[in-house]
């Protein structure tokens, strides 16, 4: 048995004690906090909290947390973590005004990406993700969904979800996968996308099932991309194997898909950013997540999601980095949250519970992680002292974190 007292926390952050998987629209900026107390860790998992102003029982591992603030790590909900080599050649064009759909439309973008990653060996490509992984757990990121979707070929899909099954063995951080391969429609099927979807359904899917190499199944449901009834169909291929839905919609366009993915009950619908009245109300009466995006409208110049309607409609939000080569190059959850107290008008906590608890339940781990709370795993951070969860956001891009514990081991 290993125990691990932090003792000296200042200000104990987002505990939730009732086991709820999530809060949503204004409850998500109630969190109860506690005052000058302790934690006890036992084997990696929240033994006991202490009361506000309480004696720290002996134990002789501890650490003392200075009076700061203490909080659990970021559950950053979807992000492209595996791919080949960065994509800066066209953030060039951007920068001489090219945008981003014009990029793609002469053969960049996605299939840029889908054409450096089948040269990449599996090992290279682990050994890619797993540096930016080591640095995402500097930044607080205690679990992370990762996507396929650069491969769109049957052996580079299963080739990106097996390196993300193996990070997932060897890092502390929890991490579950999703099957993206309708991601776009890669050069061989230009003229046959029926082809492809037929691929997707009939050997890439029983193949990833076959190795349970995914959680969830995605599409990006959008114009050049899947259409609705394309993306419909995928998904419900997806359900027999079990795999639940989180999908890109309403990037650029809104294509009806909200209300129709929220009535065969997607666990998360992401993105988001351009929202018609019917789909602002399909979602928000809902229990399937809204996962947003900022840093990923920030990078592109893009609307940002109407985070604030959201809240007040009652959605449940998340919020994630959407981590890739293209449309957002930052995995930096702090950075998110910022973003989204300053454009989307979020208050920093319910930003902060979007971050975690929420981000948790739309990878559906927030029995295990996303809060502080006895008997999910110890995953937390400690503030820098003088730290506030409000200089987060204030302090956009500064690290302010002091120390990060995954499953109870100070990282
Ligand atoms: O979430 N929109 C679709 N997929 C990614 C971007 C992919 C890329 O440009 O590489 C996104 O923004
Ligand atoms: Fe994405």
């Given amino acids: 048995m290993s125990l691990l007292l932090i003792n000296n926390i200042g200000q104990l952050l987002a505990v939730e004690n009732q086991g709820r998987p999530y809060k949503r629209g204004l409850e998500m900026s109630d969190f109860p906090i506690i005052y000058n ?17 309480s004696e720290a029982p002996t134990v002789k591992n ?15 909900s979807h992000s492209h973590l595996v791919y080949a080599s960065n994509r800066q050649d066209e953030f060039a064009q951007r920068l001489d005004g090219l945008s981003y759909e014009e990029i793609a439309a002469r053969g960049g973008g996605i299939i840029n990406s889908a054409n450096k990653l089948r040269a990449y060996s599996e090992d290279a490509l682990f050994e890619d993700a797993h540096e930016r ?23 580079s899909e299963l080739k990106m979800l097996r390196v993300a099954r193996r990070l997932s063995s060897v890092s ?7 099957f993206l391969g309708a991601h776009a429609l890669p050069p061989e099927y230009k003229n046959d996308k029926e082809g492809y979807i037929n691929l997707i359904i009939d ?9 349970n190499l995914a959680d969830f199944i995605d599409v990006f449901c959008e114009e050049n991309y899947f259409s609705l009834e394309e993306s419909l169909r995928i998904l419900a291929a997806g359900k027999v194997y079990g795999l639940e839905a989180k999908v890109h919609v309403n990037q650029f366009n809104s294509l009806g898909a909200v209300s129709a993915m929220v009535n065969r009950g997607a666990l998360s619908l992401d993105h988001l ?14 229990n399937t997540i809204a996962c947003l995006l900022p840093g990923c409208s920030h990078f592109l110049e893009i609307p940002y999601s109407p985070a604030r309607t959201l809240v007040e409609k009652d959605a449940i939000i998340a919020l994630a980095t959407d981590f890739n080569p293209g449309s957002a190059p930052n995995g930096n959850m702090s950075t998110v949250l910022s973003l989204a107290c300053i454009k989307m008008k979020l208050k920093p906590s319910e930003a902060l519970i979007a971050s975690t608890l929420n981000g948790a339940a739309a990878i559906d781990l927030s029995d295990k992680i996303g809060s502080i709370e006895v ?17 987060i956001p204030y302090h956009f891009g500064h690290d302010l974190i002091e120390t990060v514990i995954l499953k109870g081991e100070i990282q």
Wanted: include cysteine; aromatic fraction near 4%; charged fraction near 25%.
């Fill in 62 to 76: 501890a650490i003392d947390a200075k009076g700061s603030v203490l909080l659990p790590t970021y559950v950053d």
């Fill in 172 to 178: 502390p951080v929890e991490i579950k996968t999703t």
């Fill in 203 to 211: 050997e890439m899917l029983p193949e990833i099932a076959n190795e």
């Fill in 375 to 391: 008997g999910k795993i110890a995953n937390m951070m400690i503030l820098k002292p003088k730290y506030t969860i409000e200089s």
């Fill in 37 to 53: 107390t302790w934690l006890l860790i036992e084997d990696g998992l929240i033994k006991e909290i202490g009361a506000e102003n």
């Fill in 133 to 155: 992984l080591q640095e995402l757990i500097k930044m607080g990121t205690g679990a992370l969904e990762i996507k396929s979707g650069y491969g769109l070929d049957t052996d």
């Fill in 273 to 286: 950013e351009v929202m018609t009245d019917e789909d602002l109300n399909s979602i928000c009466k809902s």
